[in-house]
């Protein structure tokens, strides 16, 4: 009796190492498994649309080597931590969750899963196995000022803002430093939309600016209203995250697009060689990778509904980026109220962006909070 | 136009049949729906309604999902009983919340988890004051409280917002809107279980709903106040000849269904999120309407309202993880279910007269 429990004992653990090989060399050739978590349905413009845009572009690097699983409109709560887990537990080896209030669900879940891989966008806090990236959206307003400043007639910028933060603070003054560079006398004007996307509420604000005698908008909102609304009555400005000029063909000068394809397809690339890694940039500003015009994360649309010598002009600022040789946030710097931020010579390390909370000369009124 | 005439007599064997056909409607046109956008008809209705139930993990995500779904269903259940309608729960849950997150912040080192009876308690009362603006309106002024209850949703965001984004923002995080993390005195754990260790975020908030369920069962089918409020509900007249005072009721209700939505909001944030954010809410409270009509205005029936309307949506997600299928697709589809369902509900009650309307 107790011979043949122990000869079936001995069949079933040969069935199940025999089992094993099966599933094991099976999983071998398989696709890398990446998921995605999106803020909203990606639409046709904004935010989540250049995520997914990026995503077909690792579908179409990848093709068959990797799968890709996608969920959308995760509010950024208790949603959010169901839903990484769950992407997690289905075998996704590396996650990106693409809005920063995914922070830390992102990081509760990463906890749990030390072997998978996750990339929060715009966050400020790392782990072993949780990576963070965004973009230098500062860039491009640094070239919309420069064509601001050059198509004015006004000498009135309206600026669109969503939130009070320092990624937005940091844009705004780029744009301020974009726009002395060609134009001492023209200033910007903010007014905060409190949203990333409200089409009603932009294009008010859009209203309450060309009312106001502004004649170019740029925007850190989400939404083409503002474009739209600058068609409507002759005034110009800038898309947002995607190409909007279907939104507003004569009114939009240039698109700053982010581009997260390139990034998405290095780090699944580095996950395929056994090189993922979370960098070793300092932990306390967003993006261990930072990336901008130079990596190809930020791109900057076609140069369009302005003359030969300011697309020149624009295009100089683009390269001057590019290669490095403008530094948009060297010294000296002197913020609205005169006080100098930093003197000549010397220029504010990314730290010191993320610490934003003053705006610079060119700049009317003063940070809310 | 449609008239709605109440049946003499509901057919038991309706009670019984409503529901099913409004499944097999419901299936039905989820199957035409599903096979005419070219998904696997067959495959999607499993993930839509049998994968929740597929893993034990993801079965106490449905719990944790449809807690908050049933302790605002449970409050709105007598509002609604008693022809109160209260629609802003989404802000009193809100500002429960907010009022809790506010004593937990005040005492950064505080351990023992004693002090979640204050904030709980604190999350009754803010959610309670919220509702007694409508209450006070209603029956000193007549004020409509549909559109008052409502309305305060907004002021509740919008106020929160302003919190999170000034007063009580945490300094070290650059700017953005979150407030510093609750002490741990303030947050609720995680349900360890033996062998297993958690499972997904289930957590000791849920012990509430299971106190929660039979205790408003007793109130409501074994006291005078629940007696009071059923007669106030289906027949004020009657309740008026007894003497019973229609106002007080109405301030008891709000207070309570806005006590309970705040409380509802404060296990939320305590065992999910941990720290006080622009939004905390994700329209619990406005779906809990619809929970508290699904489940007919019975505690039980909301016990299972909360826990059908959980699964859909988690099966929603999993249908988009695992087959791609848009949430817009899956959302139809939850319309048509809900649709169905009230339908049914409302036909076993009500007979339809078409009649010529009169301009």
Known sequence: MIKFCTRIFSLITLGISVLFFVISSAFAGSPTKVGFVYLTTPGDHGWTYAHELGKQMVEKRFGKDVKVSVVENVPEGPDATRVIRELAKQGNEIIFTTSFGYMEPTLKVAKEFPNIKFEHITGYKRSKNVATGNIRFYEGRYIQGVVAGLMTKTNKIGYIGAYPIAEVIMGINAFAQGLKSVNKDASISVIWANTWYDPVKEADAAKVHIAEGADVLAQHTDSPAMLQIAEKNGAMGFGQSTDMSAFAPKAQLFASINNWGPYYIKKIEELRNGKWNTGDGPNHWPGNVWGGIKSDMLVISKFQNMPANVAQKAQEALDGIKSGKINIFAGPLIDNTGKEIIPAGKALDDGALWGMNYYLQGVNGKVPG | ?359
Not at chain 2, 319 to 333: E, R, W, Y
């Open chain 2, 1 to 359: 136009m449609i008239t709605f005439i109440p049946r003499d007599k509901v057919s038991k064997n309706w009670i019984i049949i409503a529901p099913i056909l409004s499944i097999v409607f419901t299936i039905f046109f989820g199957l035409l729906i599903f096979t005419f956008l070219g998904y696997n008809p067959l495959e999607t209705l499993y993930q839509i309604f049998v994968s929740p139930f597929s893993r034990i993990d993801r079965i106490s995500d449905i719990l944790v999902k449809a807690c908050p779904l049933i302790i605002i269903g449970t409050g709105l259940m007598l509002c609604f009983k008693s022809n109160v309608w209260n629609i802003g729960a989404e802000g009193q849950f809100i500002m429960g919340a907010l009022l809790a997150g506010f004593i937990a912040l005040s005492f950064p080192n505080i351990e023992t988890k004693f002090f979640l009876l204050i904030t709980i308690l604190a999350g009754f009362v803010g959610g309670a004051l919220w509702a007694f603006i409508p209450a006070i309106l209603k029956t000193k002024l007549n004020v409509n409280e549909i559109l008052v209850s409502l309305m305060l949703v907004y002021v509740a965001m919008l106020f929160i917002d302003f919190i999170v984004r000034g007063p009580l923002r945490d300094p070290m995080s650059f700017g953005f809107p979150l407030s510093k993390p609750y002490p741990e005195g303030a947050l609720i754990n995680k349900i360890p279980f033996p062998g297993i260790g958690f499972l997904g975020q289930l957590h000791y908030g849920i012990l509430f709903v299971f106190l929660l369920v039979p205790f408003s069962w007793i109130f409501v089918n074994k006291t005078l106040s629940g007696f009071k409020i059923n007669v106030l509900g289906s027949a004020p007249q009657a309740a008026k000849f007894a003497g019973f005072k229609q106002n007080s009721i109405t301030i008891t209700v709000l207070l309570l269904s806005g006590g309970l939505a705040g409380v509802a909001g404060v296990i939320e944030v305590s065992a999910n999120i941990g720290q006080l954010q622009p939004e905390v809410s994700f329209g619990y409270g406005f779906t809990a309407i619809i929970v508290a009509f699904l489940g007919r205005l019975s505690p039980i029936g909301i016990l299972f309202a909360g826990i059908i309307i959980a699964t859909v949506k988690l099966g929603a997600d999993n249908a988009q993880m695992t087959m791609g299928i848009p949430k817009v697709v899956t959302g139809l589809f939850e319309g048509i279910l809900l649709f169905f369902l009230l339908t049914g509900e409302t036909l076993q009650k009500y007979k339809i007269k078409w009649s010529e309307g009169k301009k």
